[in-house]
């Protein structure tokens, strides 16, 4: 059973987390460490009695905007990357409730020997009686990433804020790992991402959080205990709001 704790900023969260982030090193294929970690993490936020939905890409197994590289059309390749987030969601349903996690597996398409559809409704009582939902198949729609997915998904459920996970510290004013004089933001608005062009997230998730007034926090996923951190409020990479 989660144990409440009255000190927390957040109590109904989803964690936007990408496919790459479970490959591990390489970003590709699914590294049984990364995930174990994922999942230890995840413990602590359910031991925190804090309502958590979770929205995982497909980018290690494969990535939409690949399709010219691989002679496919966009449509299509979406519809691939979808199925991409179905298996990375099954890998970390089984290592949450590993971690003792009841967790439940909604998709955007329907397969029902795999995952329940995706019903707004059920997902917040799954949430309510303290499972954790794995949100996963995207939008259901092609030429939406799973960025998009997420806003969606948090502004449905009446999420507090959107954690953006990332391999970075936050939102820098360049690639960091290119340019060494990027300067960290600890804050931005919604338009300064979108006018910036800060590649963080796709301009239609933070016109979607900008509509809903949902805020983001972007920040290094593979920091031991970041997710704690952010739920007590503390200052944790980026946050983007009005």
Known sequence: ????????RYRRVVLKM????LGGPTGCGIDPKVVGFLARELRSVHRLGVQAGLVIG??????GLE???????RTTADYMGMLATVINGLALQGALEKEGI??????????QELAEP??????????EKGRMVIFVGGTGNPYFSTDTAAALRASEIGAEVLFKATNVDG???SDPTKDKRARLYHSLTYLDMLQQRLKVMDATAI?????????IIVFNLSVEGNIERALKGKTVGTLVSH
Not at 209 to 214: F, S, T, V, Y
């Open 1 to 8: 059973m989660a144990r409440k704790v009255s000190r927390l």
């Open 102 to 111: 009841p967790t439940r597996l909604q998709t955007a398409i329907e397969m």
């Open 207 to 215: 016109s979607l959080c900008m509509e809903n007034c949902l805020p």
């Open 67 to 73: 399709a010219p590289a691989h002679g496919l059309d």
């Open 171 to 173: 939102v820098y004013s």
């Open 118 to 127: 995706y019903i707004r409704r059920k997902a917040i009582r799954h949430l």
């Open 58 to 63: 497909g980018g290690n197994i494969f990535r």
């Open 18 to 21: 990408s496919g790459e982030f």
